[in-house]
């Protein structure tokens, strides 16, 4: 009897083993190379994909030395570059020059050079929906030139480049565009996609010594469908995100409604609505803007600002604001007929019926509809001084 008790027990323990499975599917953090991000571009008929790479053992120590790849050996990344015919192709390649496992999971960024833009993206999209470990929070940005340079720059402030991308992503905007709101402008009717533009940039002087080079957003990628068709800069840009209602705490520049110089004012809690008419089949849709003004820099010589030379600069914003959004619809009118806005979703809507029957037309409709700009702004501070620092009375320029 006393056998049989030690026998079950010891049968009991072995099959007691059988349930514990352990981390089967594990996977050593030296055996996956991070990609952090990628930078895609057309080179002739095939791409280009340089994938920047994290370095872990360069990421704690400042000073550090090391380093590899492309790159200089003090940074914390390096940068793997493979052509091939196919995106995926680009991927698999890379995977044969490197002795870990290439892992996408946390990959940030994804920067896409201006000709392969222009050629159309749709081909490389399949494989980053398809492939779970493609994240779709994952921020698509256009690059001027060739992406790869983008991605290869100093950005010194941050501990990657893909990083800086993406934190300026997030400055640009109040809800930045993610691979998922891209693809789905793409599949959508009445709204155009859009992408910010990245570029290079200097820091400092050029004859300065130890330039580090840096990254800038700076406007919009217009496109349609899947295919790039132009670029706006910054300043209509930034009205046409304001119009959306997604500027994250603009400054508009205006000239002193009297004597000489400029004011600038931070729209904070900005909003905006599309309100669309159709009246005997003319479409037209009215942008209504609500935002909340304070004045951060006075370098004019106009007014004390007391009630009614507030009331004036009020009037003088508000005509500022509209002016530029009328000149960022104008060029999607006539220069793009693209419909980033998306004032054709805004009617599909509010108006189901009257899109069903002119969605067919809806290109041939908008260049030459009308789009009302109606800004509502408040100026509710203008800071602790009224009055132009550093003027006497008589100087003072007022209504």
Known sequence: MHFMQKYRTVVLLFLCTLLLSGCWDREEINDIAFVIGIAVDKEKQDYRTSLQIALPGQSGASGS????????????????????KTFRGTSL????????????????????GEDLAREGIA?????????????????????KGEAFKVLDTDAPIEKFPSEMVRELCFLNMRHPRSLKVFIDSILSDGIDPFLPIASVSENVPKDWKDVKTNIKLDGLAIFKKDKLVGMIEKAPADALILAMGEANTP????????????????LNENNSSFQPHIRNDKVSVTIQLYAKGVLVDNESNYGDLREREILTLNEAVHKKVKEDIEEGVRLLQSKYNADILGLGRSIHQQMPKEWDRIKERWYDIYPNMEVVVEPHIVIENVGITNKPIGLTEEEIVHD
Not at 65 to 84: H, N, V, Y
Not at 124 to 143: E, G, K, Q
């Open 93 to 112: 390649e890379g995977q044969k020059a490197l002795s870990r496992r290439l892992y996408y999971a946390h990959r940030r960024t994804l920067l896409i």
């Open 251 to 266: 400054e508009v520049m205006v000239k002193a409604p009297e004597g000489e110089g400029t004011l600038f004012l931070k």
């Open 65 to 84: 030395e090391g380093g590899g790849g492309g790159t200089s050996g003090d940074k914390s990344w390096f940068m793997l570059s493979t052509t091939a």
């Open 123 to 143: 081909p490389m999209l399949d494989l980053l929906t398809r492939y779970p470990l493609n994240r779709l929070s994952a921020m698509p940005v256009v690059t």
